[in-house]
């Protein structure tokens, strides 16, 4: 439950404007946002490295 209200309240995705606490949704929505998350590190080290 405490992850659920700190996704919501810190990381939403997508522009979400429902709460996560009770969303279908959560395990995708979150799935997707730390998939996000992780490209754009890559990339960001990719471009710093070249």
């Known amino acids: 439950m405490r992850q659920r209200l700190k ?3 810190f990381q939403r995705g997508k522009n979400c ?12 929505c ?3 946002v730390l998939a996000q998350n ?5 990339h960001g080290k990719e471009r710093a490295g070249t």
């Open 7 to 9: 996704h919501w309240l």
């Open 17 to 28: 404007k429902h709460c996560c606490l009770w969303c279908e949704y959560y395990d995708l």
């Open 30 to 32: 979150r799935a997707d």
């Open 38 to 42: 992780e490209r754009e590190e890559n």
